[in-house]
């Protein structure tokens, strides 16, 4: 559990600016229509609100969201669920989608640069530190803390990051540390990362989570700006060039991940794959899972859709509406089908003599009679023919849909539109 705060938390005199204009191509077509952020998790969240309510859960009252690549539901989504900010109580909440505001034909052309282009809009709220997120990660952490071992190491840049296996650690930012954590060099995807000081079997990777004081930050990037040969990158420019000419260090996530009773260890997950969103997702219906959504300490805020209790109906055998060790969302009707194992979104109906076996259920899906469906991932609205059966045989699994390397398929309803 994270350590008590200060009595005049550091975080109110903080901006977070959640970088949220990615597409997270590995998640193909569910990020067709949305964002990576703005896609589904956990009932009837999305990814985004876990570092939007780590912000404000923290004391961080002013927000600002970067977004680009397809935002409307994810502009959707924060307009009705985070429009609770009030300017009269030093509060703010900005959505700043790409407007070419530097220049007629430039968006945004890098996470630096996400932030370069509304530098204006930020020094008007003359807040003295700035916390960048990246919006597309399942944690819970407290930002203070990692705010204060900014200011007490007197560093130019304080880096979160997660102790990994090394050779795991290839797809991210890594950092080679001294005793002292201060950085010695940051490399980007490194083929042979470095290992920890005293642990070289793991690396420390970066979880896109930066403090820097405000002023510093703003000169940092109109340095980078006038730079013609920058790629406007936080980790190909930015942190390099602060790590061989000023004080960075590292924020190890174990120093201010937060935890229930229930949680067993410090929660954090990339669900940028197929493979690895189902497991996160399916991984909540387990008695004990890695990751308590019940925690009414550290509660996850999202857009509360208003809708009636879920219902299961009919009570005869063979057509008895059940569910077992899942998680079944308002809105939901469960008519004389089986669900095991799975996680329903919000509105979802499961038809008669239907079974549902370790699925997870986007928004509005209507499931026909008699399907049988397996280790799935259904997009929002798609409607389920009657009679569909997934997840028995692998070769026509791979010909209808998106099956991955693990054996989870992906079913949208342009993959069910081509089979009529």
Not at 81 to 93: K, L, Q
Not at 391 to 398: L, Q, S, V, Y
């Amino acid at each position: 559990m994270a350590e008590l705060r200060k009595v005049a938390p550091l975080a109110r005199d903080a901006m977070a600016y959640v970088l949220a204009g990615g597409r997270g191509s590995r998640l193909m077509e569910l990020t067709d229509r949305r964002a990576k952020p703005a896609v589904p998790f956990g009932g009837k969240s999305r990814i985004i609100d876990f570092a939007l309510s780590n912000a404000l859960n923290s004391g961080i009252r002013r927000i600002g969201v970067a977004t680009q690549y397809k935002a409307h539901s994810l502009i959707r989504h924060m307009q009705r669920g985070w429009n609770f900010f009030r300017p009269e109580r030093n509060e703010s909440f900005d959505i700043l989608p790409a407007s070419q505001r530097v220049s007629e034909d430039q968006w945004y052309a890098g996470t630096a640069d996400a932030i370069y282009q509304n530098l204006d809009i930020i020094e008007t709220y003359k807040v003295k530190y700035m916390v960048v997120l990246a919006g597309d990660h399942i944690y819970k952490m407290d930002y203070e803390l990692m705010l204060q071992q900014h200011v007490d190491s007197g560093a130019d840049v304080t880096i979160g990051c997660l102790e990994v296996p090394r050779m795991e650690a290839t797809g991210f930012g890594v950092m080679h540390v001294d005793a002292n954590n201060r950085i010695t060099a940051f490399l980007e995807k490194p083929k042979d990362p470095p290992g920890i000081p005293g642990n070289p079997e793991m690396a420390l990777a970066s979880m896109g989570i930066y403090v820097f004081e405000t002023n510093f930050l703003a000169d940092q990037l109109r340095r980078d700006a006038a730079d013609p040969h920058s790629s406007r990158d936080f980790g190909k420019d930015i942190i390099p060039n602060i790590v061989s000419g000023g004080k960075a260090v590292a924020h190890r996530f174990t120093q201010s991940c937060v935890r229930s009773a229930q949680e067993a260890e410090a929660y954090w997950r990339d669900v940028g794959t197929v493979d690895a969103y189902w497991e996160a997702n399916i991984d909540l219906t387990e008695t004990l899972p890695a990751l308590d959504l019940y925690d009414q300490n550290w509660p996850v805020w999202t857009y509360g859709e208003v809708t009636p209790p879920a219902k299961f109906v009919h009570d005869i055998e063979g057509r008895r509406g059940q569910a077992v060790a899942s998680l079944v969302s308002g809105g939901c009707m469960v008519s004389g089908s089986s669900v095991l194992h799975s996680l329903l979104f919000t509105g979802v109906k499961v038809n008669s003599f239907s079974l549902l076996q370790q699925a997870v259920v986007l928004p509005h899906v209507n499931v026909g009679r008699n399907s049988s469906l397996k280790r799935v991932v259904i997009d929002s609205g798609v409607n389920i023919p009657e009679g569909l059966v997934v997840g028995e045989d692998p070769e026509f699994d791979a010909k209808r849909f998106r099956r991955t390397a693990n054996g989870v398929c992906l079913i949208t309803q342009p993959m069910i539109d081509r089979l009529s």
